[in-house]
């Protein structure tokens, strides 16, 4: 009796360890100000001390990353033809080594604690050109900017929303740089983004062996180094789909496809929406109407429902429209449920994604764009 209570406990904290394991870069701001003190860094201000910093990092070939427990990680056939040639060993310490200005070796790892964060060596490709690129943007701008993605494992890109299949961020050519206070007047606005283009531009055109790609993303900036200028922006969705029959939701652009998803809807599944309280999806077109960042369902995007043929048929049948509508992601808490919510139509009438999905839809989708609804 005793060992079987011993048992159940003794998993159960494995899989509390195994767990915050995989999530441990979340002390790292606890961490990083204690490396400092040991070692005493300074953090790099030129070409040479930053090139210094990428040499004391052991390099090691794919071949031997292919060794270790990392080879997981490349489970897309598609990038093994072609993969980085040389490849950063990062210790646990390491991690914390300034390498261009405040910018840490860790600020350019694989961020994703799910698929490359373990306690032990890190493997990344980084080239030294985009640590050059992002001193000289530095320079430039005259303040400190933060990384939003630096390296990426195959399977970690496969999961980065909007990340492109053989992205520059595999070889670690590429950054995505969220735009802080850069022009320093106390607000973060379209003005920071621009002076950042603005310096991206001028180093494009004065260093032509760091020259590479600028795409303008929501809430990022993606810079690269590969060789050839190339611009361009993320393409919003102007019109929505949703097939109630066929369970499926897809965001159109100039009438080309740009995604679908799988959904779930109202769990009374016969007919449009009629009245309050009637647990159906509404049917007929719509407008995105407005979104909320805390819902009590992660995100929503508001759908204009009831319109007034909506609001006259119920009232013909004596009843109220309800609305409140929407286009959303999990219960807050079930998040962890993923696709495993589309088993069955859960929702009191909106449609439901996953958070990562909603995240995606959110970032698409502007407010006023039109939406379908089709039995
Ligand atoms: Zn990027």
Redesign the pocket.
């Known amino acids: 009796m005793l060992n079987k209570k011993v048992l159940i406990l003794t998993s159960i904290l494995i899989a509390i360890f195994l767990e915050v394991y995989h999530y441990l870069w979340i002390l790292d701001p606890v961490i990083a100000p204690f490396y400092d003190v040991v070692t005493q860094q300074i953090p790099p201000r030129n070409e040479a001390q930053i090139l210094k910093i990428y040499h004391s990092f052991p390099k090691t070939t794919f071949t031997e990353v292919l060794k270790t427990d990392f080879g997981k990680f490349y489970g897309d056939k598609k990038h093994l033809p072609n993969p980085p040639d040389k490849f950063l060993k990062i210790n646990w310490f390491d991690r914390y080594k300034y390498v261009v200005g405040n910018i840490r070796i860790s600020n350019l790892l694989c961020q994703d604690g799910r698929f490359c964060y373990t306690l032990k060596t890190q493997y990344a490709a980084i080239d030294p050109k985009i640590l050059v690129k992002l001193h000289l943007l530095l320079v430039e701008l005259k303040k400190s900017i933060s990384i939003n993605?630096g390296y990426r494992t195959p399977q970690h890109n496969i999961q980065t929303n909007g990340?492109a299949e053989g992205?520059y961020?595999l070889y670690g050519k590429?950054?995505?740089i969220s735009f802080g206070d850069v022009d320093g007047n106390g607000e973060i606005n379209g003005a920071d983004k621009k002076k950042i283009k603005e310096a991206i531009e001028k180093i494009d055109v004065k260093y032509p062996e760091l020259c590479g790609g600028m795409?303008d993303y929501q809430s990022s900036l993606?810079i690269?180094t590969r060789g050839i200028k190339s611009r361009w922006a993320e393409t919003k969705a102007d019109r929505i789909l949703v097939e109630k029959e066929i369970r499926r939701l897809t965001l159109f652009h100039d009438g080309q496809v740009l995604k679908t998803y799988r959904v779930a809807l109202g769990h009374n599944t016969t007919g449009p929406k009629q009245c309050e309280g009637d647990s159906k999806t509404p049917e007929g077109i719509y407008t995105i109407s407005g979104r909320n960042e805390r819902s009590q369902f992660y995100r929503s995007l508001r759908i204009s429902y009831p319109n007034v043929a909506d609001s006259v048929a119920a009232t013909k049948q004596g009843c109220k429209p309800g609305g409140d509508i929407m286009i959303h992601g999990l219960p807050n808490g079930f998040g962890w449920m993923g696709k495993f919510h589309y088993v069955r139509d859960w929702t009191n009438g909106c449609i439901a994604v996953t958070n990562s999905e909603i995240e995606e839809v959110w970032r698409l989708v502007p407010d006023g764009a039109r939406i379908e609804i089709r039995p």
């Open positions: 993605s990340a992205s961020h590429a950054v995505d795409g993606h690269d």
